[in-house]
């Protein structure tokens, strides 16, 4: 009786398994499954999504968000973003891979209550082009001020950011 070569096999289903798990396999080792720059100015959101920090609440914004100087005590370190910040680029398949032009932004933005080190809220952002990074810090300031102020509610802030940070404030009616 002849054997079935199980290699085949083997190697197949191992590579469907880690499909399913969104890794790709390429000369024996597994990688992570590309990002698409086609959401931009936005993150892809099969790879930063958001993610929230459970410590804020609409009933703790008080003693985080609105509380000055909050956000440095839950910031990650910069060697964490940097490190995160060289793989993402990689995945994002940016042709610039200078660091230099990106900023490790949170999608969910602290002062909105955004997981500080969550790799599906962190993700290279672009500083080059019309819509920036610093002018994505424009609107998280002003939705922060509003939360604070209670003209909108923190569960609002943050679906509209995560939604389209470029139109958060007119879908809320600040701006």
């Known amino acids: 009786m002849s054997r079935i070569p199980q290699r085949p096999l083997v190697t197949t289903l191992s590579a469907l398994a880690l499909a399913a798990a969104g890794l790709t396999v390429t000369t024996g080792s597994a990688h992570a499954a590309g990002c698409s720059q086609d959401y931009l100015p936005l ?28 956000t440095a005590t839950v910031r990650p370190s910069s060697s964490y973003t940097t490190a995160l910040k060289k793989k993402q680029i990689v995945e994002y398949g940016y042709t610039d891979t200078s660091t230099s032009d990106y900023e490790e932004d949170h999608f969910v933005p602290l002062e909105l209550g955004g997981a500080p080190k969550s790799e599906l809220n962190l993700w290279p952002e672009p500083e080059y082009g019309t819509r920036t990074a610093a002018n994505k810090d424009t609107v998280e300031n002003k939705l922060k001020k509003a939360v604070c102020a209670g003209q909108v509610s923190l569960a609002d802030a943050q679906d509209a950011i995560v939604t389209d940070w470029t139109t958060a404030l007119s879908s809320l009616g600040l701006g």
Do not use: K, Y
């Open 43 to 70: 993150p892809d959101p099969d790879c930063q999504p958001g993610a929230f920090n459970p410590d804020v609440t609409q009933d703790t914004i008080d003693s985080t968000i609105c509380v000055s100087g909050w």
